[in-house]
């Protein structure tokens, strides 16, 4: 099953402008992470963040995670069409196995 | 290192008929995981293993499929009897331990699977 809800579900931007994209999971964790899929391929490691963050950066992306309400926001400053994806944002479940559990994801369409 | 390989990329078969997948992980990976993805939905956790032992199965492998990894390297995963239904992307993933790399996980490109 899913852990959680991404938000929006599609997301449609020109060039040059910022992508927020939200993420809600249901259990307590240690860390959450984001992933982009590009169509047809495999997922590519994007971010972590670990409980007790509440924010990071790495490049053009912005990761902020509020524990208390059970929710992450990834953030594309100055989008590219090479952006194009799906994000999904992903929490390790399970005690040793650390399984992923996914969320829905996102499909983002940057527009050149 | 060249990353998790899959193989093969695509994959069409006929219902009924049997399939085999193959992962590679990133050599120094002890950790290897399989998922499935349907067209919209993010990955489902299939199986797992640590080394050579199968440690978790999740209810979504039915008694039609089964995976190995002998001697902890690369990982097969095979579909008996194939249903419409199995028709996914295959996705495998490895992970390292402590020193051996960051908590996220590398997956392979996978293996879209078509049963026609």
């Known amino acids: 099953s899913q852990q959680g809800e991404e938000d929006p579900q599609a997301l449609s931007i020109q060039e040059g402008e910022n992508a927020t994209m939200n993420c809600s999971y249901k259990t307590s964790i240690n860390n959450l992470q984001w992933y982009r899929q590009n169509s047809g391929r495999g997922l590519v490691h994007l971010i972590l963040?670990?409980?007790?963050?509440r924010e990071k950066h790495s490049g053009r992306l912005r990761v902020t995670l509020d524990t208390s309400k059970k929710s992450s926001s990834l953030l594309i400053t100055a989008s590219r069409a090479a952006d194009t994806a799906s994000y999904f944002c992903a929490t390790p479940y399970g005690g040793a196995t650390n399984k992923l559990i996914f969320g829905t994801g996102t499909l983002l369409a940057v527009q050149p | 290192d060249t990353g998790v390989s899959q193989d093969p990329r695509h994959k069409i078969t006929k219902r009924g008929q049997n399939v085999t997948f193959r992962c590679d992980p990133i050599?120094?990976?002890?950790?290897l995981y399989w998922y499935r993805q349907t067209l919209g939905q993010g990955p489902e956790f299939l199986t797992y293993f640590q080394n050579e032992a199968q440690l978790e199965k999740s209810r979504l492998l039915s008694d039609r499929f089964s995976a190995e990894r002998p001697k902890g390297s690369f990982s097969t995963l095979e579909i008996q009897r194939t249903e419409q239904g199995d028709s996914a992307m295959y996705l495998c993933?490895?992970?390292?331990?402590?020193?051996?790399?960051?908590?996220?996980?590398?997956f392979g490109s996978g293996t879209r699977l078509t049963v026609v």
């Open positions: 963040i670990r409980s007790n963050e």
């Open positions: 993933a490895s992970r390292g331990t402590g020193a051996q790399g960051h908590y996220g996980y590398t």
């Open positions: 050599s120094e990976h002890n950790r």
